[in-house]
């Protein structure tokens, strides 16, 4: 789509908003950019914004305004429990934290979510670099159906999740303890290496952006140690076969979920438009994804709506937590019992060494109980969202006018009203609140894409991230990276990135003067 | 990452809302945001770095099979000595310390030393091997471990009871953690992307703030540093010493004591709150009794001092009974130090397993969560009620 609007924009630029915008200018015949009703908005998370921790570092680790003592209380002690870091089982003197592994991605949930915000891509240039300590981004990684066929959700394929590489699970483990793998201290299940590719994108003004994406790599796999990838032979690790897709993740904001939760499910599923019937070119799918909470209630058919994770493949924010916890640190959980490489070669192994440690303690429970991961979630849920910045800047209010032009609050849905939140916290409850997203599947693109499925979300979809707070994360993460994998180092790179159902917006962003380009930027800033 | 003192903050904050609205104050914080980052944040990174070299040259003449008890006393000192930057930094923990991930590298508590002791049983003892280690077998405390021991029943191991691996492994570790100072220095300093030459110094975030900054404002500035010291302030009062301390003498929890096995917790604690001192007063090693605070300063004390002068010294006054309580949680009854050094003092560990102890913590506490309040429900707000210059 070209850029239609250029009288607009001179007009907006030399006579200001009120004149042309805004629905009050009535009787031109030239194109028109109305600022949208959002642009207004200051609290994007209700009450629960402080607006004395909303343009620092502290933008996203800030408990809600609104929160009573009791809540701010156990907001603060889930606070201490999220920076804790988990050591191996059985360091004396440190019984309420040991468990971690024996194979894990991080050792705290902080280490991932740096300050409650996104995580630092690794630093690496076009060779490859071994991922080392305190990294951001894991890989997820599954076997794919080779027919290509659509999921049909059923007890015996658990729903469409993800089916793990034999050997390996559905992430790799890059780091373990010290006797995880007595070949290889202090590694996992395999090493991760990555590295960096470039492309260029140039506007039509010549102006030009470097894209860089990265290329992830597994060698020194657990079930044949030393190997590496090759083009000049056939591999022999289970982890390198060519049916297995690997999906890089960074470490995304943790913020703002607990308002996330308490959107009414209707309110989401009003938006789904699987087959583009309203032909606006934007589908908008529903991730309905494996229950563990309804499983372990028993319920004949375990399957909720999706609304946390990359893909939409969690349901509930205790759901996410329980299963981070498992799965990147290792440390078992009321809800997910047995350790993330349970039943594997490699676990086996270890346990046949270290026969103690096995996920359960001397009381028979796990090694986190039922308070811990209720703990972390109340804390992710009652984390406060930032209030907006420089919302009378003109930049900031034209800009806000492209983002709806350009049809970006399609799938970035700006506001919602939440309902009572199902864990009923009174803070998250009945609030106006602005978070950018719709939670719901859409294709991106090639570019984007994965291929690898995750429940009813393609290789090509991705969940819609919400925007609130974006354009504090360079304030609170110089280095932060956005888009699943962290490959965008600025929101211009990451609306480059836009592909799919997004392409038009992204093409409509491309055709604007550079004056407008860095007006929409300004308004995603201000958020 | 900011804990408030629930009952305090929401009196404090009903009381200040009963106050009449406060009037717009111009203020150019250009003067606080420059003296802060280059004079008290980055001087304290070049002090690790500079300190760090010189542990390194301490844990060198450690030699294997040479070290002689001297030596290890002067490593210990200068472990000590190395502490005091780092521990003055926290008032200010944002930024490249975070973003590349230096700090668990650097501090992580608590140690895996099962791993660790296994890793030099293994012979991984090289630089290169403590690079591919994680982060709970290096750092501050691998250090602190190696050099003085478990603490247990003494912080000062004899050279004798160290292995040959662990002087091989304490010189390889220290090597690595200088590495890391120096890291931490260049960003502030030359470059805080790594991977961009064009980053520029961090400390220009903060003093150039506008649309090439990550600060966007003045305004963000202040917020972060007042911020920074809500948060330290917190997290020594309300983690560091009552965590351990524990509701009662029958659930103190030791282990979650940082710095125990060289009983240097409580001087932590001590320049935890000098680091506060620092930013608050634009002063380095800021030292009430010693040195004047100028409302020309550019510590905060000056952005303060712009709206309310009173609340400026109250808050200064504040900090400095948090000082003072801390250091007499070691029971000589001198406030002004709290080295480990006379018969009539004792650890951090001892003062929570002592009644008396307990209620020195316990005033240690309440000061410190009396400056945090008056920052977080006094001074923060003001930032709303200021005309900045930018």
């Known amino acids: 789509m070209p850029w239609a609007a250029p009288f607009a924009v001179a007009c907006l ?9 805004g629905g009050n200018g009535g009787g031109q015949s030239q194109p028109e950019l109305s600022v949208p009703a959002y642009a207004n908005a200051t609290k994007l998370g ?13 933008g996203f680790s800030t408990p809600a305004a609104n929160l009573d003592t009791v809540g701010l209380a156990r907001h603060l002690e889930g606070d201490a429990a999220f920076e804790q870091a988990f050591v191996p089982f059985g360091e ?4 309420g934290v040991d468990g971690l592994g024996p194979v894990f991605n991080n050792s705290s949930c902080n280490a991932c979510h740096q300050r409650d915000g996104r995580g630092t891509p690794p630093a690496a240039g076009e060779t490859f670099t071994r991922l080392g300590q305190n990294e951001s981004l894991l890989l997820a990684i599954s076997i794919e159906d080779s027919s290509g066929a659509q999921c049909e959700a059923a007890f015996n394929n658990g729903y469409c999740v993800p089916q793990p590489v034999p050997g390996f699970g559905r992430q790799v483990f890059q780091r373990g303890v010290f006797d995880a793998r007595p070949d290889s201290p202090f590694t996992g299940a395999a090493d991760v290496f990555v590295r960096y590719e470039s492309s260029i994108v140039t506007y039509a003004d010549g102006a030009m952006v470097t894209l860089r994406k990265p290329v ?14 090759s083009a000049l032979q056939l591999p022999v690790s289970r982890v390198l076969q060519p049916d297995v897709r690997m999906s890089p993740r960074i470490g995304p904001p943790v913020f703002g979920l607990g308002l996330l939760e308490a959107i009414p499910e209707d309110d989401l599923l009003a938006a789904v438009d699987p087959d583009d019937a309203d032909s606006d070119g934007i589908s908008g799918r529903a991730n309905f994804v494996f229950d563990p909470l309804k499983a372990a209630a028993g319920n004949p058919r375990p399957v909720s709506l999706g609304r946390f994770g990359l893909k939409a493949n969690n349901v509930t924010v205790f759901d996410q937590v329980s299963t981070a916890l498992v799965n990147d640190i290792g440390i078992t959980n009321p809800l997910f019992p047995t350790e993330n490489i349970s039943g594997t070669p490699l676990h086996d192994a270890y346990l046949a060494r270290n026969p103690d440690d096995n996920g359960i303690g001397a009381d028979g429970q796990s090694e986190a109980p039922l308070a811990s991961p209720k703990l972390l979630s109340f804390y992710a849920q009652t984390l406060h969202v930032p209030a907006r910045r420089n919302v009378d800047d003109a930049d900031v209010r034209r800009g806000s006018a492209h983002f709806e032009a350009a049809g970006c609050s399609g799938c970035h849905t700006p506001r919602y009203v939440t309902a009572r939140h199902p864990d009923a916290i009174p803070s998250l409850s009945n609030q106006e609140i602005y978070p950018f997203t719709d939670l719901l599947l859409h294709d991106m693109g090639a570019g984007l894409a994965d291929d690898r499925r995750d429940f009813q979300a393609t290789g090509r979809e991705w969940r819609t991230r919400p925007l609130w707070g974006i354009g504090l994360t360079h304030t609170v993460n110089p280095l932060a990276g956005f888009l699943h994998d962290g490959r965008a180092r600025t929101l211009e790179e990451a609306v480059l990135w836009h592909g799919g159902e997004a392409r038009a917006a992204r093409e409509y962003f491309r055709n604007l003067p550079q004056s407008e380009r860095a007006a929409l930027l300004a308004f995603l800033s201000s958020l | 990452m900011k804990m408030l003192s629930v009952l305090c903050a929401a009196l404090l904050a009903m009381l200040s809302a009963q106050e009449a609205p406060a009037q717009t104050v111009p203020f150019n914080a250009a003067g606080v945001s420059v003296k802060v980052a280059n004079r008290i944040i980055t001087q304290t990174y070049r002090n690790l770095n500079t300190q760090a070299g010189r542990l390194l040259a301490a844990v060198n003449a450690l030699r294997v099979g040479g070290a002689t008890e001297a030596e290890l006393d002067a490593a210990q000192a200068q472990w000590r000595v190395t502490r005091v930057p780092w521990e003055t930094s926290e008032g200010f923990l944002f930024g490249p310390v975070d973003a590349q991930g230096i700090d668990p590298l650097i501090d992580t508590w608590p140690l895996s030393t099962q791993d660790l002791q296994q ?20 750092g501050f405390h691998t250090i602190e471990f190696l050099l003085f021991g478990d603490g247990v029943p003494t912080n000062d191991q004899p050279v004798a009871a160290i292995s040959p691996q662990e002087l091989a492994y304490v010189i390889s570790t220290t090597a690595v953690f200088k590495q890391r100072t120096q890291l931490l220095e260049t960003a502030w300093t030359t470059r805080f992307d790594p991977s961009n030459p064009a980053s520029g110094p961090y400390a220009r975030q903060l003093t150039i703030p506008g649309p090439t900054s990550v600060y966007g404002s003045q305004a963000a500035v202040i917020e972060e540093l007042v911020n920074g010291l809500i948060t330290i302030l917190d997290e020594v009062g309300n983690g560091k010493i009552a965590a351990p301390l524990g509701a009662n003498i029958n659930s103190t929890d030791e282990s979650l004591e940082e710095s125990q096995f060289s009983y240097n917790s409580l001087t932590d604690f001590h320049n935890n709150v000098q680091s506060v001192l620092n930013v608050y007063s634009g002063q380095l090693g800021f030292k009430p009794r010693d040195n004047a605070i100028s409302p020309t300063g550019n510590g905060l004390y ?7 002068a009173l609340l400026a010294n109250q808050v200064l006054a504040a900090i400095v009974a948090a000082y003072d309580a801390i250091g007499l949680i070691d029971g000589d009854g001198n406030s002004n130090t709290t080295a480990i050094v006379r018969p009539n003092q004792i650890t951090f560990r001892q003062a929570i397993n002592d009644p008396g102890g307990r209620i020195r913590c316990q005033t240690a506490i309440t000061a410190l969560q009396t400056a945090q309040n008056l920052l977080a429900t006094r001074v923060l707000p003001l930032i709303a009620n200021t005309d900045f210059a930018l």
């Open chain 1, 13 to 21: 630029a030399a006579a200001g908003l009120a004149a042309c915008g």
């Open chain 1, 92 to 95: 004396p003197g440190q019984e």
């Open chain 2, 302 to 308: 000056t952005f303060v001092f712009a709206h309310n």
């Open chain 1, 216 to 229: 992830l790599q597994v060698r020194n796999p657990y079930d044949n140690p030393g190997e590496a990838p």
């Open chain 2, 119 to 138: 890793f030099l049983a293994a012979g991984f003892t090289s630089t290169a091997a403590v690079l591919q280690a994680p982060e709970n077998v290096q």
């Open chain 1, 46 to 58: 209700g009450d629960t914004t402080d607006v004395n921790a909303s343009r620092s570092s502290f």
